[in-house]
């Protein structure tokens, strides 16, 4: 069944680049990018075409940050691999993007019921990918290690897209901390 094989570490440390690496070694034949941001502005639309230009032309990809198991359904190839790029734009999307908050007013009940929200649609995929005999590689940014966000907002993220971050490592195989371009492995 599907191996996860989580790869994280801080902004700008090479994540990316060290999970297609991981791929490209292993020769998988059938790859599957599912592509989480959202590209609002040219510099998030250089840094997509950059991803792109990286990776080459052999991949099939799905767009989007919900519903992703009906998206990946129709591509599944056993024996091949996919790329989730990456889980912190997944959640920070599921965040923002489907309903406003007053984040800075906002009540624990609330912050809860989102978390719930995104840990369900999180475990569905996680769900299904193991069932699927692909394996997939997950990419994520390390919140824990910088300084507390001086907002609500901020704050908000970093609780719950850790938490995420945890539940999705404590189903991997494989573990991954990248720093500086390095690789270490954790697991």
């Keep these: 069944m599907g191996r996860i094989i989580y790869f994280t570490g ?17 020769g998988y034949k059938d790859r599957i990018y599912i ?6 502005d040219d510099e998030m639309k250089a840094r997509v075409a950059k991803h792109q230009e990286q990776r080459g032309k052999d991949w099939i990809t799905i767009e989007g940050y919900k519903n992703l198991v009906e998206k990946i359904k129709p591509h599944v190839k056993n024996g091949g691999v996919i790329l989730l790029d990456c889980l912190t ?11 406003e908050y007053d984040w800075d007013h906002i009540g624990n009940e609330e912050v809860e019921k989102i978390e719930k929200t995104i840990v369900d649609e999180v475990m569905e995929l996680i769900t299904y990918l193991k069932s ?8 994520t940014n390390e919140l824990g290690m910088g300084l507390v966000p001086a907002y609500a907002l901020g704050r908000h993220f970093r609780d719950i897209c850790g938490r995420i971050n945890q539940m999705v490592a404590g189903y ?11 690789t270490m492995k954790l697991k």
């Design 132 to 139: 699927i005999d692909m394996d997939t590689v997950i990419v």
């Design 172 to 182: 991997s195989r494989e573990a991954y901390f990248i720093v500086s371009g390095m």
């Design 89 to 99: 734009n997944m959640v920070t999307n599921l965040m923002i993007m489907e309903k």
């Design 35 to 40: 592509a989480t941001a959202l590209a609002f």
């Design 10 to 26: 801080g902004a700008r440390s090479g994540k990316s680049i060290q999970a297609e690496k991981y791929i490209f070694s292993r």
